[in-house]
C-alpha cells in the first residue's frame, strides 16, 4: 500500500491564480480531509468528505472547492490563491468515524507559497 | 467547539532522561478520542499514541505513555529514555466519537539533547 498521497510537493503561484492539489489514498477509506498548517497553529481542517460524492466544510473553508467521485482521490482547488492561503496542506484519510480502529493517516504535505 | 490547548511551545530534555508533554481539551462530548501525532522535520504526521475517552486505562506504546484525566479534560504524553530520533513537533488532537472532525493544539517543539 502507498498509504496517503500527495502531489506537487511544492507550489509557488502568483495571487488570483487556481490550481488543484492532489490526493489519493488506496486502504479503501471512507473519510478524507483536507489541513492547512500554519506556524504556531497547528493542522486546521478547510474540507471533509464521508465518502464518494459526499463533501463538506471544516474550519476554514473559504477559498477552497473540494469534490469526491471516487473513493480513492480527493483534490483540493484553489479558486483565486491570495497570499494568506501560503501554507502547508494535508490531506488524510481514515476508517469511518464508528470504527474502534479509528485513526487518521497523513499524507506527506504540499508545501505552498502564493506571492 | 472543541479546543485543544498545548502550553509548552517548546521543551528539551537530555537524552535517556524522561519528559512530560501537556495538554488539555474543552467539549461537553463524553465519547470522544484523544491522539498524539509526532511531526519530525520531514514533515510527515506520525500517529504516537490513542486513547479512547471511555477507557480508564492510561494508553502505553513502548516508551510513550499517556495520562488521561477526563473529569480535568488533560491529556499528557510522557516520553521514557528519551532518544534523539524523538526530536519533532508534538500535537495534541481530539475527535468526536461520531465523526472524524479532528482539532489539532498548536504543537511543542520537543529537542531531545545529546
Known amino acids: 500500500n502507498a498509504g496517503v498521497t500527495q502531489t506537487p510537493k511544492f507550489q509557488v503561484l502568483k495571487t488570483g491564480q487556481s490550481m488543484t492539489l492532489q490526493c489519493a489514498q488506496d486502504m479503501n477509506h471512507e473519510y478524507m480531509s483536507w489541513y492547512r498548517q500554519d506556524p504556531g497553529m497547528g493542522l486546521r481542517l478547510i474540507h471533509y468528505s464521508v465518502g464518494a460524492g459526499i463533501t463538506d466544510q471544516g474550519e476554514v473553508p473559504n477559498g477552497y472547492n473540494v469534490s469526491r467521485s471516487t473513493t480513492e482521490d480527493f483534490p483540493l482547488r484553489l479558486l483565486s490563491a491570495a497570499p494568506s492561503q501560503t501554507s502547508v496542506y494535508f490531506c488524510a484519510s481514515s476508517y469511518t468515524p464508528r470504527d474502534p480502529r479509528n485513526e487518521q493517516f497523513f499524507g506527506p504535505g504540499t508545501r505552498l507559497t502564493v506571492l | 467547539a472543541q479546543t485543544v490547548t498545548q502550553s509548552q511551545p517548546e521543551m528539551s530534555v537530555q537524552e535517556a532522561e524522561t519528559v512530560t508533554l501537556s495538554c488539555t481539551y474543552d467539549?461537553?462530548?463524553?465519547?470522544?478520542?484523544l491522539f498524539w501525532y509526532k511531526q519530525p522535520p520531514s514533515r510527515q504526521m506520525i500517529l504516537v499514541i490513542r486513547?479512547?475517552?471511555?477507557?480508564?486505562q492510561n494508553a502505553t506504546e513502548n516508551r510513550f505513555s499517556v495520562n488521561f484525566q477526563k473529569a480535568a479534560k488533560s491529556f499528557s504524553l510522557k516520553i521514557s529514555d528519551s532518544q534523539l530520533g524523538d526530536t519533532a513537533m508534538y500535537f495534541c488532537?481530539?475527535?468526536?466519537?461520531?465523526?472524524?472532525?479532528?482539532?489539532f493544539g498548536a504543537g511543542t517543539r520537543l529537542t531531545v539533547k545529546p
Open positions: 488532537a481530539f475527535m468526536k466519537q461520531d465523526n472524524n472532525d479532528m482539532r
Open positions: 486513547q479512547e475517552a471511555y477507557k480508564q
Open positions: 467539549t461537553s462530548e463524553s465519547n470522544y478520542y
